[in-house]
């Protein structure tokens, strides 16, 4: 279930942005503030309410690290603060003195985009908090901004309607035209990279307009015929203008406000609607989640901030929830047997003998035997340490071994524990799942031993992680947590 736990009244003017980091939840208003509150007790801190700006701030965001706010306005300027003293640390002047409607850190925090009511997007360079690049799209105002989870691409929403992709060198890669009839209001990236059948790099957008509706699309990055933008799901569990829209930090819910004052909560991968919120008197314009707690903040032109709790529950909701954890299942197919409904780091040695005659490999049962393999050694192996080893000589048999291998580590147990919740690694029940940068959950002491002792590569895909940074997957653990109490 989702409760509503507080309410911030600090604004004299419409909310038009919340933005959380892991520490501190920022809002923004048309009465030319930004206010700043601890995101342990939603107090607000000694140096807020923040003002530099002139007119209404329409747009706000932390850098990853939290350490600094941007925030953009009307007055043409995009200010940086600081959050450990509340001082402006710089103020980037749009290109054009145009007024700026929106503004994105780039994950890593290398870059800032800002979007401005001309159509013009400045990109700049944060460190330095010099102007990189500019680029234009005509006869429409930029009003939505986000960066890929690789920091490399970013889109932009229009009013005209469009969704444009952009690399840092502001080459236009893609324009997915009318992608809201009547404009863009928002939209974001999930914080997931993934990885298509096909082998390409792909990543989940979520955009929301004026024609009511909210969009999940896949967008993928084609080596050959470059971009391509695929339509996953049409949502519409609100019945006017769709004006914010955000992520979680696991990719796994999506929350989105609306002109009806509702705020309705996705389960993101299918599109499932979880909840719908009615506390708000107006427009509800603003929505974000935390990174590092389950709580949601959505503002309103009501003038207030509504602090929502995500809590576990084992009702019909419940099973939703439980349902999109299910969606970051990473199980193969391969049929269940007797030992199996061990998992497979319980094998004893002769269960490992029991599966090599199974699946065709009696010519090491012997070497397995000798050595005393059993289900935890099993996991283990590498196709270097059954050369090194074990001795098997034929890399023809040993790369057969690590295939067989790698089909039984994705494999389901069939012991009624659903494989999303085993830890692809350790193939155990995860306590503490987190998400990596290839897009699986695993145990967090195995991922960090995994990048601590082997390499930095994914333990699912062998291609390189992009980052070490592991993001907290509370919608499994809280999946995990309502299965085991309800066996």
């Not at 009244?9 to 930004?34: E, M, W, Y």
């Not at 792909?202 to 339509?231: E, Y």
């Not at 390499?455 to 980052?467: D, G, I, K």
Request: glycine share 6%; charged share 20%; aromatic share 6%.
């Amino acid at each position: 279930m989702v409760s509503l736990i507080c309410t911030l009244q600090s604004h004299r003017d419409d909310v038009n942005c919340c933005a959380f980091s892991g520490a501190l939840l920022a809002t923004c208003s048309a009465d030319k503030s930004i206010c700043v509150y601890s995101a342990r007790d939603f107090s607000e801190l000694s140096f807020s309410p923040l003002s530099g700006h002139g007119y209404g701030v329409h747009c706000c965001c932390f850098s990853a690290c939290g350490q600094y706010l941007a925030s953009c306005s009307t007055d043409a300027t995009t200010v940086v603060w600081s959050m450990d003293s509340g001082e402006i640390e710089a103020v980037l002047e749009h290109p054009g003195r145009s007024p700026v409607r929106v503004c994105a850190f780039s994950p890593d925090s290398s870059y800032l985009v800002s979007g401005g009511s001309d159509g013009t997007i400045a990109l700049w360079d944060f460190t330095s908090r010099t102007l990189r690049r500019t680029g234009a799209v005509s006869d429409t105002s930029i009003v939505a901004c986000s960066f890929t989870p690789c920091s490399q691409l970013f889109i932009t929403g229009s009013t005209y309607g469009d969704l444009r992709l952009w690399d840092l060198n502001m080459n236009h890669l893609h324009a997915e035209k009318n992608a809201h009839d009547l404009g863009v209001s928002c939209c974001q990236f999930a914080p997931q990279i993934m990885k298509g059948t096909d082998g390409c790099v792909q990543f989940r957008l979520a955009s929301c307009g004026q024609d009511s509706l909210l969009k999940i699309w896949i967008v993928s990055l084609l080596s050959a015929a470059g971009i391509k933008m695929q339509l996953a799901h049409s949502l519409t569990g609100q019945s006017a203008p769709v004006l914010s829209c955000a992520y979680s930090a696991d990719g796994q819910m999506l929350v989105s406000g609306s002109v009806d004052k509702t705020v309705t909560v996705y389960q993101a991968n299918e599109g499932t609607l979880l909840y719908t919120l009615n506390q708000h008197d107006r427009y509800v314009t603003a929505c974000a989640f935390s990174p590092t707690a389950p709580l949601i903040a959505t503002g309103s032109m009501d003038k207030t901030v509504n602090i929502w709790r995500v809590e576990d529950g084992c009702g019909a909701q419940g099973k939703s929830l439980s349902d999109e954890a299910a969606s970051v299942s990473n199980s193969g197919g391969r049929k269940s047997t007797g030992h199996s409904r061990l998992m497979v780091s319980e094998w004893s040695e002769e269960d490992v003998l029991a599966w090599l005659r199974e699946e065709g490999l009696e010519a090491v049962t012997d070497v397995f035997k000798s050595n005393n393999i059993d289900g935890e050694e099993l996991l283990s192996l590498t196709k270097e340490t059954l050369s090194s080893e074990l001795h098997i000589e034929s890399l023809g048999l040993r790369s057969k071994v690590m295939k067989k291998i790698e089909e039984l580590k994705m494999a389901p147990v069939s012991n009624g524990t659903p494989d999303e919740y085993l830890c692809p690694i350790t193939r155990e029940i995860m306590k503490d799942p987190v998400i990596a940068a290839d897009g699986y959950s695993y145990e967090r002491e195995a991922i960090e031993s995994w990048i601590n002792t082997k390499s930095r590569t994914s333990p699912m895909t062998n291609l390189p992680l992009q980052t070490t940074l592991l993001t907290p997957n509370r919608t499994l653990k809280m999946a995990i947590l309502r299965w085991t109490t309800c066996q």
